[in-house]
Structure formats: structure tokens, C-alpha cells
């Protein structure tokens, strides 16, 4: 069993920073993938970052590219996500999920993603 905890949501104004936090606890296997997705009102929930505790790599989709940074924490079991430069459409409610198993082919889609995190707000305004 996998516990999930997010934080740092917050309200910000576009151009501004957030870092999200994912604190994990439980049974996370060293080749666990971290992802994190969002869903804004309205719209389906979307993968934006994942990043492979075995080895390292990262995976980003194009909207956040070179905004977001996804990093880990191993001595503390927390991945995080740096949001630098954020836009107004990056407003969402932000969840932390873990894939029990070696990133996926495609890691930024949800199936697959075992346990969830409750999600942490970001709203950036204008």
C-alpha cells in the first residue's frame, strides 16, 4: 500500500513560482514511476510530468516544457515539481500518482497509475 500526500498549491500571479510537493509513504519500490497530472474544470485530466526513480530519466508534456522541473527527494520520499513562469492556464487541481512498475511507454497517461494522491490546488490569475 502507497499513501500520497500534495502541497504547496497555492494562488499566484502569472509569471509567478510554485513548488508542489508529493510526499510518499508505504511500499515504494525502487522502479516506481512518480507522475504528476492535473485537471482543470471542465477538462480531462492530463499527465504533466513523470519522473522514474530507477534511473532518473523525466518525462514532460509540451505545455510545461522548460517551465516545470519534476525532481525527487530520496532521503526524504518526496518528489516534487517546480512550476517556474506559471500561465493562467495552468490553473488545475494537481495530483501525485505512482505506477508500480518502470515508467511506462507513454508515462504522462493515467492508466496504470496505481494510487493517487487528494490533489493540491494551483490557480494563477492574470
Known amino acids: 500500500q502507497v499513501q500520497l500526500v500534495e502541497s504547496g498549491g497555492g494562488s499566484v500571479q502569472a509569471g509567478g513560482s510554485l513548488r508542489l510537493s508529493c510526499a510518499a509513504s508505504?511500499?515504494?519500490?525502487?522502479?516506481?514511476?512518480m507522475g504528476w497530472f492535473r485537471q482543470a474544470p471542465g477538462k480531462e485530466r492530463e499527465g504533466i510530468a513523470a519522473f522514474s526513480l530507477l534511473g532518473g530519466a523525466s518525462y514532460y508534456t509540451d505545455s510545461v516544457k522548460g517551465r516545470f522541473t519534476i525532481s525527487r527527494d530520496s532521503a526524504k520520499n518526496t518528489v516534487h515539481l517546480q512550476m517556474n513562469s506559471l500561465k493562467p492556464e495552468d490553473t488545475a487541481m494537481y495530483y501525485c500518482?505512482?505506477?508500480?512498475?518502470?515508467?511506462?511507454?507513454?508515462?504522462?497517461?493515467?492508466?496504470?497509475?496505481?494510487?493517487w494522491g487528494q490533489g493540491t490546488q494551483v490557480t494563477v490569475s492574470s
Open positions: 500518482a505512482s505506477h508500480p512498475f518502470r515508467c511506462p511507454a507513454h508515462p504522462l497517461r493515467d492508466s496504470g497509475y496505481s494510487y
Open positions: 508505504g511500499s515504494i519500490r525502487s522502479r516506481t514511476c
